[in-house]
């Protein structure tokens, strides 16, 4: 895949893009994105630095004006992009990808995602035409000056602050910042909580920066597990994502917390749940959406991404939402994610259990007990439209009769004993493959069906 995704630019740094790149890219994006006000901001990883003054002097040699808060996480972006009315922003930052890799997002006026479809098709059009007629290897930045961010993080701190409730002094709980973005904010946010892996480093030396990856959740787990603690908490390398561990170190798969973090957002703002509206996507469990239904909530389906479900939160109506990946959006946070903001609502709900005599488990297990569900399943396969074929095939011939379906995100097929989802990844090179059923046996037996029709090729 190249470096121009659904969401964003990402990739390996000089495989699928170099600096002359970035600086192209610069100049472009006042071009196709408009205006003379861009916010940059950048992670810690080892080739973010040299990236972030390529961009700047690109938006610099487009005519922009360009404030620079330095080291941020995403979400900080997103956030003075907003409140500080910029035209157009840019965070530095390759997520959740291996240390190899770096990429660009892109925000436009209010925070709102420039994505493929709505601006880095025509930014990608201009940039290849331009690195035809240049000498890549040439290229240099100029280093940028060091920046105070002390300002902004200021601001950013006392805003969760006001928003993120008070943190009982009982609770046990860890915060594993995964040596990214979040270590600037955690000693702020997460009083109490026994802190790892907070200082940057861009090689992400004690694990990978994605949560999602079952080995990169095994030091909080064990952490938890020794120490006895309620809850523990891991971050993404650009902290717009959170996802959680609970008392027994078992991952809670972020989808079932929608609901939570939904409940922790309505008592902070002070309304009532009914008639509310909550975002998911594709990939949520039906447990989460009977239990939004449940609370006289209105679900709304998006597709998976930032760039698509923003804007459909905003249209909507919607006042907060989350996704399978562990991105939660808010209103109140200019429709965007913020991974610490979920955190310390999440927090909220294990007080509030807390103080029920429940454990974090016994908190989720009203609803992630419906049913059984296999979790995100990758396979890498040349032609995935056919392998999608072949699986549909199968639940056509072998599973019980179909309900409904949807072609919002790949397909989601719904039966009255569960349902499937199938899609192409739009950020890595897979096939994604969810199951979930109202029984363990059905689920090994569509979850058999689907993998062999998917691999047989």
């Known amino acids: 895949m190249g470096f121009f995704k659904a969401y964003d630019m990402r990739g390996t740094y000089d495989v699928d893009f170099d600096l002359a790149t970035v600086y192209e890219v610069g100049k472009a994006l006042v071009e196709v994105v408009g205006g003379s006000r861009w916010l940059v901001g950048r992670d810690c990883r080892v080739t973010s630095e040299k990236v972030h003054d390529a961009l700047i002097e690109g938006l610099r040699e487009a005519g922009a004006q360009v404030t620079d808060i330095g080291l941020c996480t995403t979400p900080m972006v997103y956030f003075f992009t907003a409140q500080d009315d910029f035209d157009g922003s840019v965070m530095v930052t390759a997520s959740h990808n291996p240390p190899s890799d770096n990429g660009l997002k892109v925000s436009m006026k209010t925070a709102l995602p420039v994505g493929y479809a709505n601006g880095l098709n025509h930014v990608e059009k201009i940039v290849s035409d331009r690195l035809l007629r240049v000498d890549r290897k040439a290229y240099s930045p100029k280093a940028s000056p060091k920046v105070d961010n002390s300002i902004y993080l200021k ?23 995964s040596n990214g973005m979040s270590s600037i904010l955690v000693r702020d946010l997460f009083p109490g909580a026994v802190v790892i892996n907070d200082v940057l480093d861009g090689t992400f030396p004690n694990h990978s920066p994605n949560p999602l990856k079952s080995e990169a959740r095994e030091q909080i787990a064990n952490l938890v597990r020794e120490k006895g603690l309620d809850f523990g908490i891991i971050f993404d390398g650009d902290a717009d994502r959170a996802m959680f561990v609970d008392e027994r170190g078992e991952f809670i798969q972020p989808d079932y917390l929608t609901p939570f973090v939904a409940s922790a957002t309505f008592k902070s703002l002070g309304v009532e749940p009914k008639g509310q509206k909550i975002i998911y996507d594709v990939r949520t469990s039906r447990g989460s959406i009977e239990t939004i239904a449940e609370m006289g909530c209105e ?25 399978l990946a562990g991105h939660y959006y808010f209103k109140e946070f200019y429709g965007c994610d913020s991974g610490v903001l979920a955190a310390l609502r999440v927090l909220q709900c294990v007080m509030k259990a807390a103080n029920e005599g429940k454990s974090a488990s016994k908190m989720v297990a009203d609803v992630n007990s419906r049913y059984a569900n296999s979790g995100e399943l990758n396979f890498k396969v040349e032609d995935k439209d056919a392998a999608i074929e072949r699986a549909l095939l199968v639940a056509s011939r072998q599973f019980p009769e179909e309900i409904s379906r949807t072609d919002l995100d790949g397909v989601r097929i719904e039966y009255k004993e569960g349902w499937i989802n199938i899609r192409k990844s739009n950020t890595e090179p897979y096939l994604r493959l969810i199951v979930e059923t109202d029984t363990k046996e059905r689920l090994e037996s569509w979850v058999k069906l689907l993998k062999e029709a998917i691999s047989n090729f």
Do not use: N, Q
């Open 155 to 177: 601001r950013y701190v006392e805003w969760m602050r006001s928003r993120g409730g008070e943190i009982s002094s009982t609770l046990k709980y860890a915060v594993d910042c």
């Open 299 to 323: 679900g709304i389906m998006v597709p998976v991404g930032h760039a698509f479900a923003k804007p459909i939160l905003r249209d909507g109506g919607a006042i907060c939402g989350g996704e």
